[in-house]
């Protein structure tokens, strides 16, 4: 039997498309169901304050460059959205004058227009936001030279290369709506996907790539970085791969509340634990990965019970 006709964008998969007994068993959970669903390989974290959550993201930044040397280089691949760490990293190597001439960073994506990526003078650059936000408050003399800052770019065959000979001690995320890592969304539903979405097999051996967005990504970018003017936001990304994904040593992604909602932090969570990946729910392959870590926000956590406003 296909499955569910997705509630959302009917052309797509998505999490709407999953077993009701999934959605209703994981909107029944509370903060401290979710505490419990931690397990060897896959651990959640909470945070009771703001401070403390992005103080601990910028600090795994700091733990992966300090590890970094000249015969063993190492970095970190990185997010924005959030990006409420990233002054903090820079103001802690600073303080610390902490020499990252052999560190190593990955931006995770970049938005594709008209078939090149996004300059970096552009408003919505991936890019820009990291050098404004964090690399270009380093002092120059503790900075990594430009050509260990990777940015995904329109031929991803530079980018793909930087992650040989290099390694990555971690990767962190935020969670989109769609409950995508990066812009790893659910596939379209056509061709051979038209009536089941492809096997975890098969995107796993999906590498940084060009992709189309789905138009819930596109919606919520518009709503968190554009003021809600879909217009503004391109309907393709270059993105960091699964494959890239599992060269990092952990994953560990990090969730306030801003940027997915209570049911899709409980629905991802639970499927990790649970050993369920489902490509129509991408963040739930790290099912797979051997060390994946969840860090929530407390309060952003929220409640899944019906309230009308």
């Known amino acids: 039997m296909p499955r569910k006709i997705s509630s959302i964008a009917p052309g797509w998969w998505d999490y709407t498309t999953l077993d009701s007994a999934i959605i209703k068993e994981v909107a029944a959970l509370t903060p401290e169901k979710m505490l419990q669903l931690s397990r060897p390989g896959f651990k959640v974290v909470f945070y009771d304050t703001l401070e403390d959550f992005y103080l601990a993201q910028a600090l795994e930044y700091i733990t992966a460059w300090k590890q970094s040397t000249p015969d063993n280089p190492v970095g970190i691949c990185g997010p924005i959205g959030p990006t409420e760490q990233l002054p903090l990293v820079a103001r802690i190597v600073n303080e610390l004058g902490l020499s990252l001439k052999s560190a190593h960073f990955w931006g995770m994506d970049e938005w594709l227009i008209d078939g090149k990526e996004a300059p970096a003078d552009h408003p919505l650059s991936f890019e820009k936001a990291d050098r404004e936000l964090c690399f270009n408050r380093i002092r120059k003399e503790l900075l990594m030279p430009d050509a260990h800052l990777h940015f995904p770019k329109a031929d991803t065959t530079t980018y793909r290369k930087s992650w040989e000979g290099v390694r990555c001690a971690v990767m962190q995320g935020g969670q989109g709506d769609i409950k995508h890592w990066a812009f790893n969304d659910p596939p379209k539903r056509e061709g051979i996907y038209q009536d089941h979405p492809p096997s975890s097999e098969e995107y796993r051996a999906l590498a940084t790539r060009v992709v189309d967005l789905h138009p819930i990504t596109i919606a919520q970018n ?88």
């Not at 003017?229 to 960091?240: D, G, H, S």
């Not at 991408?282 to 956590?301: E, I, K, T």
């Open 222 to 309: 518009a709503r968190t970085s554009g003021g809600g003017n879909i217009t503004l936001v391109p309907t393709q990304a270059i993105t960091v791969g699964p494959v890239e994904t599992w060269k990092a040593e952990k994953v560990s992604i990090w969730q306030a509340g801003t940027h997915d909602n209570p049911f899709g932090q409980r629905l991802t969570t639970f499927m990790i634990s649970q050993n369920i990946p489902d490509t129509a729910v991408p963040m739930s392959l790290l099912a797979d990965h051997p060390n994946v870590q969840f860090n929530f926000y407390r309060p952003g956590l929220g409640t899944c019970a019906i309230e009308m406003h």
